[in-house]
Each structure stands twice: as C-alpha cells, then as structure tokens.
Nanobody, 127 residues
C-alpha cells in the first residue's frame, strides 16, 4: 500500500496560483502512475490531471487544460500540480492518487483505476 500526503492547498483569489504537492512512500515511486482528482461542494469526484510513471506522458481534464500542469520528481518521491489562472469553480478538495504499472508511458484518468489515495487538501478560490 502506498501512503500519499498532499500539501499546498489554501485560499487564493481568482486569477492566482497554487502548487500542490503529494509525497509518496511505501512503494517504489518510479513504478507508480499518479493522478490528481478533485471534489467540489455537492459534486462527485472528478479527474483533473494524470502523469505516467516515467513522466513522459500527461493528460488533463478539459476544464483545467492550459491552466494546470502536473509534474513529478522521482528522486523526491513527489508529484506536483501547478495551478494557474485559478477560477472560483476550481474550489474543491484535491486528492492525489497512485497505481502501480509496468507500462512506463501509461496514465490513468478514472478513479477506479487507482488503488491508493491521499487524504486531500482544500483549495478555495475567491471571486
């Protein structure tokens, strides 16, 4: 089982930026595909961004494409989500997720494909 701890959430004004971090332990990080999901008030959990275990492939939800960037540092066992041009509708609890994979370039973008989750970090964007 992978342990995931998110950090970096907070309150920001619309148009601002935040960088979320997710530190992983318990398994070889470079063997994990990683993803970020979010759950807004009264909404279901939705996909935001994903990255392959090697970092060579990334994928974004249309709602965040061009504003968010996912990256990873395998030496630090950490995945990041840089969020720019934030909007009030980005307000949500953001969750980091991980799944082991043998395929270096593969990413995953549905919650059921992941088997480890962090506790979440709150992001609030004020208008």
């Amino acid at each position: 089982q992978v342990q995931l701890v998110e950090s970096g959430g907070g309150l920001v004004q619309a148009g601002g930026s935040l960088r979320l971090s997710c530190a992983a332990s318990g398994r070889t990080f470079s063997a994990l595909a990683m993803g970020w999901f979010r759950q807004g008030p009264g909404k279901e959990r939705e996909f935001a961004a994903a990255i392959s275990r090697s970092g060579e492939s990334t994928h974004y939800a249309d709602s965040v494409k061009g504003r968010f960037a996912i990256s990873r540092d395998n030496a630090k066992n950490t995945v990041y989500l840089q969020m720019n041009s934030l909007k009030p509708e980005d307000t949500a609890v953001y969750y980091c997720a991980a799944v082991g994979t043998l395929t270096t370039g593969k990413y995953y973008y549905t919650p059921r494909e992941y088997d480890s989750w962090g506790q979440g970090t709150q992001v609030t964007v004020s208008s």
